[in-house]
């Protein structure tokens, strides 16, 4: 069984920093593309960032040029620096990694969330 361990979250003036990790534990081959959703009060779940295993990466125009994606493949661990925070950005950030499985192909995994609270 794979899950998901999100950390990072927390409650940040604006204008101020935060940086979210993700990381997968349990058995598996290893991991494909990973990214970064959020939801905010209201409103859908949207994709924030994206990373491929080979470092590609993919951003919404909201978030562009204030917040990085990265990883570290030796650890299978994703990062999300969030620089430049504004209120518009409080929402829960959720974690989803595509697994690799040595027998039973490619699944989609998410973690639980960590609320992101961006005060003006």
């Known amino acids: 069984q794979v899950q998901l361990v999100e950390s990072g979250g927390g409650l940040v003036q604006a204008g101020g920093s935060l940086r979210l990790s993700c990381a997968p534990s349990?058995?598996?081959?290893?991991?494909?593309?990973m990214g970064w959703y959020r939801q905010a009060p209201g409103k859908e779940r949207e994709l924030v960032a994206s990373i491929s295993r080979w470092g590609d990466t993919n951003y919404v125009d909201t978030v562009q040029g204030r917040f990085t994606i990265s990883r570290d493949n030796a650890k299978n661990t994703m990062y999300l620096q969030m620089n430049s925070l504004k209120p518009v950005d409080t929402a829960v950030y959720y974690c989803k990694a595509n697994v690799n499985f040595l027998i039973n192909g490619a699944m989609d995994y998410w973690g639980k969330g960590t609320l992101v609270t961006v005060s003006s």
């Open positions: 349990g058995t598996f081959y290893s991991v494909n593309t």
